[in-house]
Nanobody, 115 residues
């Protein structure tokens, strides 16, 4: 059974930093494309960062320079480092694993950026 469990969300002040973690079981992070997505209230879910099986990373232009995705394949963990956080970054952040014909999502972790 595949499980993706996010952690590390919470309340952070504008300009602050945060590291999210995703613990994967039932899948190997090295064999799947792993990604972080977010969904703000009233908005569609959007890509935050993605890393392929081969280690290539992909970030939307709007977030380049503020977010970094990384993974620890030995521990089956995926990370997202975010800095210079803004109120617009407030959203539920989801971990995703995908391979041809297979997509798995975590339950999400709330990130709130507010003073």
């Amino acid at each position: 059974q595949v499980q993706l469990v996010e952690s590390g969300g919470g309340l952070v002040q504008p300009g602050g930093s945060l590291r999210l973690s995703c613990s994967a079981s039932g899948v190997s992070t090295s064999l799947y494309a792993m990604g972080w997505y977010r969904q703000a209230p009233g908005k569609q879910r959007e890509l935050v960062a993605r890393v392929t099986e081969g280690g290539m990373t992909n970030y939307p232009d709007s977030l380049k320079g503020r977010v970094t995705i990384s993974r620890d394949d030995a521990k089956n963990l995926l990370y997202l480092h975010m800095n210079n956080l803004k109120p617009d970054d407030t959203a539920i952040y989801y971990c995703r694993a995908d391979r041809i014909g297979q997509i798995y999502w975590g339950q999400g972790t709330q990130v709130t950026v507010s003073s």
